[in-house]
C-alpha cells in the first residue's frame, strides 16, 4: 500500500504549524487591543474633554466597535487545526518508529525527498 512519506507529512504540518502560530499571535494582538480600545471608549464616555480630542485628531476613532469580537470563533478554529496537526504528527511518527528498514525500505525512503510515496 502507498502512503505519503513520513518525513512529508511532518514537514507539511510544520509548514502548517506555522500559519497557525501567526494567527494565534495575530489574534492575541486584535484581543489586546479591542481591551485597550474598550479602556478608551469608557474613559472618553466619562470625560467630554477626551473624547472632544479623540475625535479631533481621528475623527474615525470609534469605528473599531463596528467589528464584531469573533475571538471565541477563531480560538476554537485554531485548537481544531491544532488537534488535526497533533494526529497528523503522531501517525507519521508512529509510522517512522514502526517501519522495517530494510534495505528497500532505506531505497524507498531516498524517495519521499522528492516527494514520491513508499510503501510503509
Known sequence: MNQVCPVEKIEGAAYRLTAVTQ????????????????????????????????????????????????????????AFDTDELQTIVDQAATDIRTANLTSNTRQAAKGCKQGQPVSV
Not at 42 to 66: F, Q, V
Request: proline share 4%; net charge negative; charged share 30%.
Open 23 to 78: 494567527q494565534l499571535k495575530l489574534l492575541a494582538f486584535a484581543v489586546e487591543a479591542r481591551r485597550t480600545l474598550e479602556s478608551i471608549r469608557s474613559l472618553a464616555n466619562l470625560m467630554p474633554e477626551i473624547e472632544k480630542t479623540l475625535s479631533e485628531g481621528t475623527p474615525a476613532w470609534r469605528n473599531w466597535d463596528d467589528f464584531e469580537d469573533v475571538s471565541g470563533e477563531a480560538l476554537r478554529s485554531l
